[in-house]
């Protein structure tokens, strides 16, 4: 079945991906959905989740950290991976290197080759190219192998040492990693290809174009060293031990992370920063890796309380927790940092109180699951049932949380909401006045009640742009028995007007508790 | 209304001036900018007393005044009375929280939420609780409430923490609640266990109260008064620090306190209003569940 | 609500209609009906700080019989709760609009700025309730108190009950606020719409104020459906607390005697200049200018008709409105601005002698009875035409002559169309803006069932997408809702008293307008005079070719003496080569051409009237055709409709025909025949059209008419209805189409360089009239820095009838050109005015380098890369690769280097360059950038390029068609000029393609329009197939099947065809298998099946094919 993933871009969802029977209909990459759906009714298109394909990509560059710990993120589809110095470890693979690359060395090309099958494996298709500079490997895998695609095969390739002209000259100047401005005015006086100013004076295409273009070019050919910034955090903010033996004792492991927390507090310390999240990683003997993560409400580095988090979620896991055969390596990594701002020593109250208090929602956290120390999220909605919501402490920013702002209370205002809302709503029994008036008496799990005051109706119409049918208006009313117990309900429709003869007829429901 | 020592002019002044520093920073709650105590915001710990100037409910304790910074028990007859449980409760944090920085820890079991519903942040907020201090922790064992109430009590962001139950449960036997008495004596915050349907059951709180809703209006036939005040019927079945004893509350939304019941005129005039009103046709129908 | 009581009398006082833009959602009418229906003892507008709706309201409470109450919702700036203001008499009223025209000079258009002092200066007489929203109660005692104290009227406490959150304590507390401040209280509903359906259309309009989605807008959109009309019971129920405040709406409504009709119009004095009378004045000046008209005498009989028509001005004492037209128009005449007259009474014989119409009455026999009635009492309506860049001059004369507070331009209610109503509506349901694009695509397609739901799944969309419904239900709900207010292209209205206490007045977006709040069939319901100041575009042409013919050729001419009645001209017209004529230039009219073939003036009248909504719905144009032809014998329905219809072959054409024949024929009043013509105007949002159709149809049957004609003439009123064309614009515009023919036939360059000075102007773009042109043997030469100026000049050239295209051969004769045109700087894209100007004024002997132009002109780097771009330097030897490379060279950096004391040798030296050697710009690639750069190529047409490809598939060329035989099956593909759907020709669309060899005529039956929808509308390359139909002359190609072909444009600008031919392979690309990865962290990963990364060449490829597609032309659409 024809399929495609779709993204907003450039205020149309747009394919961001396809499958073969799609493309076999020939529908294109970054074409919108709707002139592809134009002309095939039948795609099937899913929408993109945001920042998915971000993570799946992250997660390739991680996985890439085996060849290099030097990985960068390229783009929204591309790694650039430094190999220098770490091909030869690849050199004992003796398998033959096709035609075009046997001048490539044969640890590089070893690489590139395992790299590929692996990738291949997991059902990625993968181009890849290798060559001096960053800014050469990455014209040659985007605009030099395109064709090569063609075969099936992973298309991969290196350029050996010193040998890009004669290969990237042809390409088309969008090989130079251009803005698409200056490609345009370098189109307009008829500068196309690579070889159209690989070869120029730099001064006139300086004073046209701008210096990025020069320096893209001296980057091509090798005349400038271009940064690579790594997508893992520097190793200073990992540490790790490694044990002959093997430990597999909890206390032991609590142990250790203390002795991990005070190495990377020190780092953290120098950094100015502490961590908003940690990992975990205990690595067992059978090669089975164990990640625990953990994250924080404020920067943190006091190792008491990084082993403490530690310890909550470790004790949270309970008996999931499995040493195996013991572990032989432990690492702790702070996956997430931020400026540390040391508490306002003169206000210590507040400073004091709101650091307390994080402490107390990540360890509750830590225990119970974040999501079950929660606060209320205002919602801007007419509805009861959605007008709060619940969402954890830990990440919710307490400025959105912006209750008070109701009218200034006239006197003798009543609670005009209820102090505890059931839900979903309760269908209740009820003798009514008709057309619209309260319960005159209920009943609610089976128990009767007699209304003896009363105040309403306040009318809400749900929205009715969301459902096919639009659901009926509701009457709310407050009420209280003879008990003086208050109870908040509503009849759903509106009697003689949504209950039409062939319609349902009206429905009473308990929404709230009162005071 | 705070029983509180007499407060030394000079903390009392840089106390205030930290709570509105700490306000324009946006640190603390609107509610808690609202009456700033001097004294509680010196000396840290908040009063030790709480009045609520009502004098029946204030004498039943031994030195005038509900104490603080220990554990409350509250409980009501069946779940359904929750709403007025709630409110009583409620009232209480809302005079505390007023009083003393700090956030509300609301924990609860799933088995209570489905009784008597979700605590409703909007009902809070009229009651003077703001709910963007209150956090709520939803635990899924007794033994987890009452692990999050003890880590609760001994925080000093909390002022307040608040316990939900169904029932006796058997984890909170009398070791479970010295334990947490214990816990919350040696922290500053005030612990409330608020029992739906709880019978009476050994405990180390320092009271029980027994709430039950007071009735504010009446009808005339099928002419149907409007509502007066939140009010409570609550007996003091027990009292370590004073004698036990029953009364009668109201709470004032305007005052943002407890007041004594007093018949006054309702503001709606009873005249011409009610479903039998004007309209005068005030035909009654049953519906059904289905 | 259902609740019966013996109910009071109620009466509405404060409903908003949807002139409280993006608040009310109905229209005044809907709400007077509304009331009506439900009994209500009155009903008051409100709306917000405006009087907009009320003449609408006004009138439609007149015809249902309502008492109707004028009124408005005050908004305050300074904190002041909403007032409701409601004038008791003409004095208040007139108070009221000081108010609010005080509060709208102040603030910005759109916006009126009122305090509560503004209020206490002006509110005496006007019956004031304070209408508190929640939480506006505090100071309510003391504002009460201070009104009451204020004013005599006794203010009032408004309250509105909507079923909200507290209702009974809000209404006990007013109550108490009324009671303590001894005012009392007065129920409203506070009414944004007429009945509670309308709730969505209400959310969704607040949505677009707020610019949220529905979701978005959360508590700020109504809790219900609540804020309706109700009627008296449901008000009794809801207010059953306080009955007194119901019963005081009928006490407010009694002492409320003010009504719109109290609006006594006054026209203002005239200068009687010599005179001592206007009428007297007007005579003079008449006599004056018969006397300059007619040198050689006055025939008897025009005097006869001066004379008729003096007295009939004269009785009706409309002397000063026509000195006022005639003193603008003396002012135009002496600023040297052409000015045409039209309108029911320009065509007279008093208009022609004071020099406000050229047409000759002697010319046309023009009846102006027929036009001002002396029983109907009709103003007279005169609309002058003016050269549109130069009519903001007559308009700042009107406000100088007479002041701000006696002068104001009517307001165009700005409504929305469908298109505009799916953008906006489509955004608040949260639509992607591609979404909205498509969705607007297919409008033209929507019928009042709702959207086709193949249409959508062509448009790309999912029709099983419930949003989507709803954008098309709301969208059609909200279209021809007022939007906003803007000014009336031109309609003055003049007063004697001061016009601010008659219509509040209100900023205009243009710095020193100002507009009233009323458009023109408000002001015309209402009887007030407005004069229109219009602009017309093909004026401006004209006075330009008149210039340049007196300039170049030395040939002095105005639009009187322009030769008249050559048969030349009229040759020229019957072979409908009429492209840049005014009126005659669309298709429909060049298809008319060679069957009316007109040979006089009054047939040029004929023409101009006849292509219009009212006899094509009246199924007239045949049968005229037909007679004309001779084909059919001229006999009248009657003897008495032969005085009517005698010029017109007893066919009635014209909408005076149609309104005498209701007259003559169906037994109308001349009044009333007045209210049916009303009616159709405004009949779709009145929709009492029934009566009358039943009345004309029964009144001519009864006197002997064929029941067909009598519906074909009620139809062709209903024509009227939408666009009336009366016989005296026809002969206003008639003249102009003669003019502008003559100067095309006559002199084509002339008429080719006034018509590219006056764009934008007409159906073509300037290509096709330099096209023509071309085809007329005009030599046109490209742009030049130092040859070109601003405008489109003439230079030596040879006579133009020596290269004429063989189409126009018979021309020889006729064509007298023989100059060149010189294309001008202003067809170059996005060059300023002032810029070109400098340039022109230092350009002395002539640049001669691109530096030396730079430094000279003292231009900016990009306006002389754009000068590049336009390849306007071929003078001194640079190609445009080359000027452009030149230019990017600049260093705009370096300011101190453009002093030419630094401009020595030595900085030249520093400077110096190594030759730029930049590659050969292949000639495809030069036209698509002249296209990017002119919007087009003197070089070659764009298809010239792809004509061998074109020829392997077999297809033909566009003038190929002209040269075969009925019914043959053709294919040709063109670049699509034009696409046009006629209200009238039933969903048939006509297109224009073009090449290089000419153009050929589309037809799309609208079968074949819905199966190739979107080609229709997006290509702009496009292959048609299909048969040939040629009927005298005019050939038609009727599509059958549609291609895109826009890809190949593609291949133009490439730099070598092969190599674009190549890439495109490699649009195939390698397939990935769907696969599954562990890693996935969301749900819709796991079908995630990543693409292969784009391949850059493709990507090339289509870069290109964009930006040459963004360069050719998009095909202008009409209606």
């Known amino acids: 079945m024809p399929r495609v993933v779709v993204a907003a871009r450039r205020g149309a969802d747009r394919i961001v991906a396809l499958n073969a029977p799609a493309r076999a209909l020939g529908v294109t990459a970054d074409e919108p959905l709707a002139d592809a759906r134009a002309r095939h009714p039948a795609l099937q298109s899913d929408a993109q989740a945001a920042g998915e394909v971000a993570a799946l990509l992250a997660a390739l560059a991680d996985w890439c950290d085996r060849y290099t710990p030097l990985v960068a993120l390229d783009g929204e589809d591309g790694l650039l991976l430094d190999i220098t110095g770490c091909a030869h470890l690849f050199a004992h693979d003796e398998s033959a290197a096709p035609a075009g690359e046997e001048r490539l060395p044969a640890g590089e090309h070893a690489l590139m080759r395992d790299c590929l099958r692996r990738l291949g494996d997991q059902g990625f298709a993968v181009r890849a190219g290798v060559a001096d500079t960053p800014a050469a490997a990455w014209a040659y895998a985007r605009h030099a192998l395109a064709r090569d695609v063609l075969s099936g095969e992973p298309s991969c390739g290196g350029l050996p040492p010193g040998a890009w002209r004669e290969v990237l000259a042809p390409l088309p100047m969008a090989a130079l990693r251009l803005e698409d401005a200056t490609l345009d005015a370098l189109g307009r006086v008829g500068l196309t290809q690579v070889a159209d100013v690989i070869d120029r004076p730099r001064g006139p295409l300086a004073a046209r174009f701008g210096r990025d273009l020069v320096r893209r070019i001296e980057r091509l050919r090798g005349d400038a060293a271009e940064p690579i910034s790594p997508r893992l955090a520097a190793p200073l903010l990992a540490a790790d031990r490694r044990f002959f033996e093997p430990i597999s004792r909890e206390e032991d492991v609590r142990g250790v992370i203390l002795g991990l927390a005070e190495r990377l507090s020190l780092d953290l310390e120098r950094r100015g920063e502490g961590g908003r999240a940690f990992e975990l990683a205990l690595f067992r003997v059978d090669g089975v890796v164990n990640r625990v993560t953990v994250g924080t409400s404020r920067a943190l580095r006091d190792p008491a309380r990084v082993r403490g988090l530690f310890s909550e979620k470790l004790a949270a896991l309970g008996d999931d927790f499995d040493a195996g055969f013991g572990f032989d390596l432990v690492r702790l990594c702070v996956l997430e940092v931020q400026r540390f701002e040391p508490a306002q020593a003169d206000f210590a109250q507040t400073g004091e109180h709101a650091e307390a208090l994080e402490a107390l929602i990540d360890r509750l956290g830590a225990r119970l699951g974040i999501a079950r120390v929660a606060r209320f999220l205002p919602c801007d909605t007419h509805l009861p049932e959605i007008r709060q919501k619940l969402v954890p402490a830990a990440v919710v920013d307490t400025g959105a949380l912006v209750w008070c702002s109701q009218t200034p209370v006239a006197p003798d205002t009543p609670q005009l909401r209820p102090l505890r809302l059931i839900d979903p709503p309760e269908p209740v029994e009820a003798v009514a006045m008709v057309p619209e008036g309260p319960p005159l008496r209920f009943r609610w799990r089976r128990a009767l009640y007699e209304v003896r005051a009363c105040e309403g109706p306040e009318r809400l119409v749900p929205p009715w742009w969301q459902e096919p049918r639009p659901a009926p208006a509701r009457d709310y009313y407050r009420v209280e028995d003879g008990e003086g117990r208050r109870f908040w309900l509503y009849r759903e429709g509106l009697y003689g007007v949504d209950s039409a003869p062939q319609g349902p007829p009206p429905r009473w429901f308990l929404q709230g508790l009162y005071a | 209304m705070v029983a509180v020592p007499r407060p030394d002019p000079d903390r009392t002044l840089l106390a205030e001036l930290r709570s509105r520093v700490a306000a324009l920073e946006g640190g603390l709650s609107s509610e808690g900018r609202l009456m700033p105590d001097p004294a509680s915001a010196a000396n840290g710990q908040g009063p030790a007393r709480l009045l609520t100037g009502v004098a029946g409910f204030d004498g039943l304790f031994a030195s005038s005044g509900m104490p603080c910074g220990t554990l409350h028990e509250a409980t009501s007859a069946e779940s359904r009375s929750g709403g007025a449980l709630t409110g009583f409760v409620a009232a209480l944090l809302a005079c505390l929280a007023a009083r003393r920085a700090g956030a509300v820890l609301w924990v609860m079991e799933p088995e209570a939420g489905r009784e008597a519903g979700c605590p409703n942040a909007e009902g809070l907020a009229r009651f003077g609780l703001d709910p963007a201090r209150v956090l709520l922790v939803r635990t899924r064992r007794v033994e987890e409430t009452l692990w999050a109430m003890e880590e609760g009590v001994q925080a000093s962001g909390i002022c307040a923490v608040v316990a939900e139950l169904r029932g006796a449960p058997r984890a909170l036997d009398l070791t479970a609640s010295r334990r947490l008495l214990l816990r919350t004596e040696a922290g500053g915050a005030t612990a409330f266990l608020l029992r739906h349907g709880g019978e009476s059951a050994p405990s180390a709180a320092v009271t029980r109260f027994r709430i039950a809703a007071r009735p504010s209006g009446g009808r005339d036939g099928l002419r149907l008064a409007p509502l007066g005040r939140p009010g409570w019927q609550v007996a003091l079945q027990r009292n370590r620090d004073g004698r036990p004893g029953t009364v009668e509350l109201e709470w004032d939304h305007a005052m943002r306190s407890f007041a004594a019941p007093a018949d006054r005129e309702p503001v709606v005039p009873r005249t011409g209003d009610g479903p039998a009103g004007a309209s005068g046709t005030g035909r009654v129908m049953a519906f059904s569940r289905r | ?1054 730099d070598s065809l092969a190599d674009a031919g190549l890439a495109r392979a490699d649009e195939v690309k390698r397939p990935v298998p769907e696969q599954r990865h562990k890693v996935s962290p969301g749900s819709g990963l796991v079908q995630l099946v990543r693409e292969v990364p784009e391949l850059a060449r493709v990507r090339d490829v289509h870069t290109r094919l964009r930006q040459t597609q963004a360069a050719m032309p998009k095909g202008r659409n009409f209606h």
Request: aromatic share 6%; with cysteine.
């Open chain 3, 1 to 1054: 609500m259902s609740v019966q009581t013996g109910s009071r009398p109620y009466a509405e006082l404060c409903a908003a209609t949807n002139f409280s833009f993006l608040r009310g959602a109905s229209h005044p009418e809907e709400l007077v009906r509304q009331a009506a229906a439900l009994g209500l003892a009155g009903l008051g507008i409100c709306d917000r700080n405006s009087l907009a709706g009320v003449v609408r309201a006004h009138m439609a409470a007149k015809e249902i019989g309502l008492q109707l109450v004028i009124g408005c919702r005050l908004g305050f700036c300074d904190g002041t709760p909403d007032i409701l203001a409601w004038p008791r008499e003409r004095q208040a009223y007139g108070r009221l609009t000081r108010l609010l025209t005080i509060g709208n000079r102040r603030a910005p258009k759109g916006e009126c700025h009122l305090t509560l002092e503004d209020l206490v200066a002006w509110g005496e007489g006007i019956v004031l309730a304070p209408l508190p929203g929640p939480g506006e109660e505090a100071g309510l005692d003391a504002l009460l108190v201070r009104l009451r104290g204020t004013f005599d009227d006794m203010p009032r406490l408004a309250v509105a009950l909507g079923y909200g959150i507290d209702d009974r304590r809000r209404l006990a507390r007013l109550g108490e606020i009324a009671r303590k401040a001894g005012v009392p209280l007065l129920a409203t509903n506070d009414v944004l719409y007429h009945v509670p359906g309308r709730r969505p259309l209400q959310d969704v309009l607040s949505c677009i104020r707020l610019h949220e989605t529905l979701e978005g807008a959360g508590r700020r959109l109504e809790a219900n459906a609540e804020r309706h009309l109700k009627g008296a019971s449901a008000m009794a129920h809801v207010f059953r607390a306080a009955p007194e405040a119901l019963a005081e709406t009928v006490s407010v409504l009694k002492s409320l005697t003010f009504s719109l009709d109290d609006l006594a119009y006054e026209y203002p004095e005239e200068a009687t200049g010599l005179s001592a009378t206007p009428q007297e004045e007007l005579e003079r000046l008449t006599w004056k200018g018969a006397e300059r008209r007619y040198p050689d005498g006055i025939p008897p009989r025009v005097e006869a008709t001066i004379r008729r028509e003096l007295a009939l001005v004269s009785e009706l004492a409309y002397a000063p409105y026509f000195l006022t037209v005639q003193d603008i128009v003396r002012f135009a005449r002496a600023r040297g601005i052409l000015a045409q007259g039209r309108g029911s009474a320009a065509n007279s014989a008093v208009c022609f002698c004071l020099g406000i119409t050229e047409v000759d009455p002697a010319r046309g026999d023009l009846l102006f009875e027929r036009f001002i009635s002396p029983e109907r009492r009709e103003p007279p309506d005169i609309d002058v035409d003016f050269e549109h860049e130069r009519r903001e001059e007559v308009i700042q004369y009107i406000y100088e002559k007479y002041g701000r507070e006696h002068a104001g331009l009517a307001a165009t209610v700005i409504t929305y169309r469908t298109r505009s109503a799916v953008r906006e509506v489509g955004k608040v349901f949260g639509l992607s803006q591609d979404t909205l694009n498509r969705l607007a695509g297919t409008i033209w397609g929507w019928s009042s069932q709702g959207i086709d739901q193949r249409m959508l799944r062509e448009a790309g969309l999912d029709p099983a997408d419930p949003r989507l419904v709803l954008v098309a239900r709301l969208s059609r709900a909200i279209a021809g809702f007022p939007r906003h207010l803007s000014q009336h292209v031109g309609g003055f209205v003049i007063t004697r008293g001061r016009l601010d206490t008659v219509v509040p007045i209100q900023n205009a977006a243009m710095e020193g307008r100002t507009v009233i709040e009323w458009d023109k069939d408000d002001l015309e319901s209402l009887g007030m005079l407005k004069i229109d100041i219009l602009a017309l575009g093909m004026l401006t042409a004209i006075r330009k070719c008149l210039d340049l013919l007196r300039e170049d050729y030395g040939r002095e001419e105005t639009l009187a003496s322009i030769p008249a009645e050559e048969p030349e001209v009229y040759d020229m017209l019957c072979q409908a080569d009429s492209l840049g004529v005014f009126q005659v230039e669309s298709r429909a009219q060049m298809t008319m051409l060679p069957r009316l073939k007109p040979r006089n003036f009054y047939d040029l009248v004929i023409e101009v009237a006849i292509v219009r909504p009212g006899p094509i719905q009246g199924d007239m144009v045949h049968p005229y055709l037909r007679r004309r032809q001779g084909l059919e014998k001229v006999v009248y329905p009657k003897r008495e409709l032969e005085e009517v219809l005698g010029k017109t072959l007893g066919v009635p054409l014209f909408q005076e025909q149609a309104m005498r024949i209701a007259i003559v024929a169906a037994g109308f009043s001349p009044g009333e025949a007045d209210r049916l013509r009303r009616a159709m105007a405004t009949f779709r949002r009145v929709g009492t059209i029934g009566t009358f159709q039943r009345k004309m149809i029964d009144g001519m049957v009864a006197r002997g008419y064929e029941a067909d004609f009598a519906e074909r003439c009620f139809r062709q009123i209903e024509g009227f209805g939408e666009y009336g064309f009366p016989e005296s614009h026809a002969a206003s515009f008639a003249l102009l189409v003669y003019a502008s023919a003559w100067l095309k036939a006559r002199y084509p360059d002339v008429f080719l360089a006034g018509m590219l000075n006056a764009q934008p102007l007409g159906f073509y773009a300037p290509a096709q009239l330099v096209r023509d042109a071309r085809e007329h043997g005009v030599e046109v030469r490209e742009v030049d820095i130092n040859l070109s100026d601003w405008d489109a000049t003439l230079e030596a050239g040879a006579p133009a009838a020596g290269r004429l295209h063989p189409r126009h051969a018979q021309m020889r004769g006729t064509i007298l050109s023989t100059r060149a045109v010189r294309l001008g700087l202003r067809s170059a894209k996005r060059l300023k005015e002032e810029e070109v100007q400098t340039l022109i004024a230092r350009r002395g002997e002539g640049f001669d380098s691109v530096r030396d132009l730079w430094l000279r002109s003292g231009l900016s780097k990009r306006a002389i890369a754009r000068l590049a771009e336009a390849d306007a330097f071929r003078s001194i030897g640079l190609d445009r690769r080359a000027a452009l490379w030149a230019a990017q060279g600049l260093d705009e950096g370096g300011e101190p280097t453009r002093l030419p004391l630094f401009d020595t040798a030595a900085v030249g030296e520093l400077r110096r360059e190594p030759d730029a050697d930049l590659p050969p710009m292949p000639p495809g690639a030069h036209v698509v950038a002249d296209y990017r750069a002119l919007s087009l190529s003197l070089k070659a047409h764009p298809v010239v390029f792809l004509r061998q490809r074109l020829e392997r598939l077999s297809i033909a060329p566009c003038e190929a068609l002209s040269h075969v035989r009925n019914g043959v099956r053709r294919e040709v593909a063109g670049l699509v000029l034009v696409r046009q759907r006629p209200g009238t020709a039933s969903g048939v669309i006509f297109m224009t393609l073009e090449d290089e060899t000419g153009v050929a005529n589309i037809v799309v039956w609208p079968k074949v329009f819905e199966r190739h929808r979107a080609i229709v509308l997006g290509a702009r390359l496009l292959r048609v197939r299909g048969k040939v139909q040629s009927d005298q002359g005019v050939v038609h190609l009727i599509a059958d099947t549609l291609e895109d072909a826009t890809a190949m444009l593609g291949d133009l600008s490439g």
